[in-house]
């Protein structure tokens, strides 16, 4: 019988930059997930379509899945021939319970690999200015627990013995007992006014920090509203965030952005957004696949050389068009000596990475203008036009062009369908915690979000979250859908996220 592995991968805390290679590489090829509750969408959104998720952390409202189920998850799955990821927050063998699974694994004969990941202390320390150890004055650092109740007899944590100077303290799973903490820190002799900072949702957009002291800490958590997961780091370095954060400044910190974007295609926006610090929810709104009838890219490419235009409507049938195209010829000189257009920069940049250039870009990235543009070269008459689009694409273009007498062949390339968010964890996240915005940069985002809306709708409607637009065709779906439109981009990424900057931005209110 074939025998699978497990590997037990740390996710690091939360911001799917700080993945390692290996665990991302991993995730890419696993049969099955199995995963805890602090792992973000776009983590999740990295295995393949036919991976087997099993989320065995807390769900809302209800429980975690007990550690031996886990174990004989990982187990029976391994027998099972697959290629198992268990998930965890962090590093595996810090508070992770990865030491348990490990043993059981090897009592079970079950091949394992552990790989590392940036565990929350040292998240919550980078992302808040707050170095752990300092050459001239900190040479000690200690991670806790403090989930344990310190005040319980068989405490496997010797309060008394804690470094307390010269060191920092990092206290993981602290939230719920910060006051029987801080009571046992100062009982055992540290400073009341030692530095305190507490740091929430470490890495991701949503993180907060809290500076404080020792003996104001308890009073300040509260004010603040600190919940878990947060890590509570003690000592003087503590306060050096004061003078070197870096993530709080950037200018979308603590904002919540949804994205449209397709399934399995990676979002620039989110990118940009997440840049600026501001967390991202991808929902694979629209799945965009190849979609090339043989018939007509055979007859197409039979006369490619014979075209004057090649006109290409997105990014998406650049793509497509040019895979096609490699799959027949192996030189791009196929081509011949046509012209190209594209409709926007956009698609320009697309075609740039075939080392091609395109003789025209309409000012406005619409079809009116790109068919505006192709008449005024006065080259159309008795010429012949190739427009690469999608299912969706419409007619308008065509006739536009056969007005100036062109000879028009219409090459689909790819197809464009809504998916099913029923089950997916951006979905989930947006329905739970709502968003500062949402941003919609194609008219089918649109439509499948519409579509959906029942079952995405966050109900209050003082939170309604704003709805941003990446230009006039978008808008106007919206509009058509009865989708108020908030703000509007000019139809580029760059001018979208200066239209986010400047109305959600800091100092933009
Ligand atoms: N194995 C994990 C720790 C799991 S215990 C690791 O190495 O990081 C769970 C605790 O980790 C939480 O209670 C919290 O104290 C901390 N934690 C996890 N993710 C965090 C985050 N993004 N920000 C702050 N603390 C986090």
């Known amino acids: 019988m074939s025998r699978g592995a497990v590997r037990l991968v740390g996710a690091g805390p ?24 602090l792992v973000h969408p776009a983590v999740l959104a990295m295995v393949s ?15 975690a899945v007990h550690q031996d189920s886990i174990q004989k998850i990982l187990v029976e799955k391994s027998k099972d021939g697959k290629e198992v990821v268990r998930l965890k927050g962090g590093d595996p063998y810090i508070f992770g319970r990865g030491g348990e699974e490990a043993l059981f694994l090897k009592e079970n004969g079950i091949t394992f ?20 150890t300092q050459r001239k004055s900190n040479s000690t650092m200690v991670f806790v627990t403090g989930h344990e109740d310190p005040d319980k007899e068989a405490s496997m944590v010797d309060w008394n013995q804690l470094p307390k100077e010269n060191s920092v303290l990092c206290i993981y799973m602290g939230v719920a007992n910060l006051e029987p903490i801080v009571s046992k820190l100062i009982g055992a002799g540290f400073d009341p006014t030692t530095p305190v900072v507490c740091v929430e949702w470490a890495t991701l957009g949503r993180q907060r920090v809290c500076r404080s002291r020792l003996n104001t800490v308890v009073e300040d958590a509260e004010e603040f509203w600190l919940n878990s997961p947060a890590v509570m780091m003690v000592g003087e370095n503590a306060k050096m965030g004061e003078e070197i954060s870096w993530f709080e400044d ?11 974007r397709s399934r399995g295609q990676a979002s620039e926006l989110s990118e940009m957004l997440e840049k600026r610090g501001a967390e991202v929810l991808g ?15 055979a007859d197409v490419f039979a006369e490619i050389a014979s075209y004057d235009w090649i006109v290409f409507s997105s990014p998406n049938g650049v793509r497509y068009f040019f895979e096609a195209f490699f799959e027949t010829f192996d030189d791009i000189r196929s081509l011949g000596f046509l012209r190209i257009a594209a409709v926007g920069e956009a698609t320009a940049k697309e ?10 870009i309409p000012k406005e990235a619409n079809a009116e203008s790109l068919a505006k543009g192709l008449v005024e ?7 012949k036009v190739l427009l690469v689009t999608g299912n969706l694409g419409k007619d308008l273009l065509r006739s536009k062009l056969e007005e100036a007498r062109a000879i028009v062949d219409r090459f689909e390339v790819y197809k464009t369908e809504p998916t099913d968010l029923s089950d997916d964890p951006a979905a989930k996240e947006f329905r739970s915690r709502g968003a500062d915005a949402i941003i919609f940069t194609s008219s089918s985002g649109v439509r499948s979000f519409v579509d959906q809306a029942k079952d995405l709708v966050i109900e209050s409607k003082a939170n309604r979250p704003k709805t941003v637009s990446i230009g006039p065709i978008t808008s106007s779906t919206m509009s058509k859908l009865g989708m108020p439109t908030d703000f509007q981009a000019e139809a580029s990424l760059d001018s979208l996220v200066n239209v986010v900057e400047q ?7």
């Not at 690999?113 to 752990?132: D, F, I, K």
């Not at 950037?250 to 449209?260: A, I, N």
């Not at 109305?503 to 209110?509: M, P």
């Open 14 to 37: 939360g911001n799917p930059g700080l993945l390692t290679i290996r665990a991302k590489e991993l995730l890419g090829r696993c049969q099955v997930l199995v995963f805890d509750s």
């Open 49 to 63: 379509p036919d991976c087997e998720l099993i989320h065995v952390g807390k769900k809302s409202g209800g429980l």
């Open 113 to 132: 690999e552990v790989v590392p990941g940036v565990t929350a202390a040292s998240g919550a320390a980078a992302y808040s200015g707050t170095p752990l």
């Open 250 to 260: 950037k200018s979308l910190q603590g904002l919540r952005f949804v994205v449209t």
């Open 283 to 297: 929902l694979p709104l629209i799945s965009i696949s190849k979609n090339v009838d043989e018939e007509t890219m």
């Open 351 to 360: 075609i740039r990475k075939y080392y091609v250039t395109t003789d025209l």
């Open 377 to 383: 070269t006065g080259s159309l008459d008795s010429s």
């Open 503 to 509: 109305h959600f931005g800091k100092g933009s209110k």
